[in-house]
């Protein structure tokens, strides 16, 4: 999922470079594929994305069996 965001934000950047669209978070949600089987988009998202965000996933917080929210000592959250 987070492959397709970035397939988004590029395709989004290359947009907004040639002039098609403007980097605004309303042209982002109208601009992207909205299925929600492919990302599930929030307001946040759309900032994100008109800003040039992207994400990645930070290996160091990849398990190889889950932990419990309440055992877990380490914080990870997505990395943009």
């Known amino acids: 999922m987070l ?3 970035n397939s ?4 989004f950047e290359a947009a907004a470079v040639d002039g098609s669209v403007s980097r605004s978070a ?3 949600r109208s601009f992207v594929d909205l299925d929600p089987s492919r ?3 929030d307001s ?5 994305l008109s800003k040039g965000i992207r994400y990645e996933i ?3 917080c990849l398990q190889d069996e889950p932990v419990p929210l309440s055992s ?3 914080s990870c ?4």
């Open 3 to 5: 492959a397709f965001y």
């Open 72 to 74: 877990n000592s380490r």
């Open 8 to 11: 988004e934000s590029d395709r």
């Open 26 to 28: 309303e042209s982002a």
């Open 44 to 48: 946040a998202d759309f900032s994100r």
């Open 58 to 60: 930070l290996g160091e």
């Open 39 to 41: 990302f599930s988009w």
């Open 77 to 80: 959250s997505m990395s943009t």
